[in-house]
């Protein structure tokens, strides 16, 4: 049965920091992998999303990668802003979702 | 594109009385729906796999009796929370795919925050 893990489970960095945001999983048959974000109490945004023949996905200051032989993938955020802050939750997709427990981002001005 | 929608996005009930929720994909079709549940402060945790037209297959731990799951469609499922009780207060969140086009992603609704008082 797949195991998610995220770590850490909580980061604070002040404004402008790049940060990375790390997961690592037990069984490398999967689909693919996304990362998602939550706010507290809503529901979940799909931040990148990577095929498992892809190494990694980009979208504006967010970068992710994926290395399948080692288990792991990472989040990388640059420039972090306040806005940035939020739960973030990697998943990955093997005839159904397993999440991992998240990582709660505090980015402080 | 690729949307779910959820109805009701909240509901508050008795204790012992019974909750449906929906699921839609709004502009595509998919073979597979999940039902997830989040307690506060953590993360989400398979329910059950609901394919059309099939019973669901549920989770270890997951009371099938208690959370009756229909797949009447490629683009509707239904949770209902039988005989509720406050601990089963939480967020329901459902999810889509894969789509019959054959990609494997997943597409969530926005949630479900279920209160039972």
């Known amino acids: 049965k797949q195991e998610v893990t995220q770590i850490p489970a909580a980061l604070s960095v002040p404004e402008g920091e790049n940060l990375v945001l790390n997961c690592s999983f037990t069984d490398s048959a999967i689909y693919n992998l996304q990362w998602f974000r939550q706010d507290p109490g809503k529901g979940l945004t799909s931040l990148l999303l990577?095929?498992?023949?892809?190494r990694e996905q980009t979208s504006g200051r967010l970068n992710a990668s994926l290395d399948k032989s080692s288990g792991r993938s990472t989040l990388y955020i640059a420039a972090s802003q306040p806005g940035d802050s939020a739960t973030y939750l990697c998943a990955l997709y093997n005839n159904d979702m397993r999440f991992g427990a998240g990582t709660r981002l505090t980015v402080k001005p | 594109g690729a949307v779910v929608s959820q109805h009701p996005s909240w509901v508050i009930c008795k204790s012992g009385t019974s909750v449906k929720i929906e699921c839609r994909s709004l502009d595509f079709q998919a073979t597979t729906m999940f039902w997830y549940r989040q307690f506060p402060k953590q993360s989400l945790m398979l329910m059950a796999t609901?394919?059309?037209?099939?019973?669901?297959?549920?989770e270890q731990g997951v009371e099938k009796d208690k959370f009756l799951i229909n797949h009447a469609s490629l683009t509707l499922s239904t949770l209902t929370v039988t005989s509720a009780h406050p601990e089963d207060s939480s967020f329901y969140i459902c999810?889509?795919?894969?789509?019959?086009?054959?990609?494997?992603?997943?597409?969530f609704g926005p949630g479900t925050r279920l209160t039972v008082t």
């Open positions: 999810s889509a795919g894969p789509l019959l086009t054959g990609s494997y992603e997943q597409y």
């Open positions: 609901s394919n059309e037209g099939s019973k669901a297959t549920y």
């Open positions: 990577i095929q498992s023949s892809q």
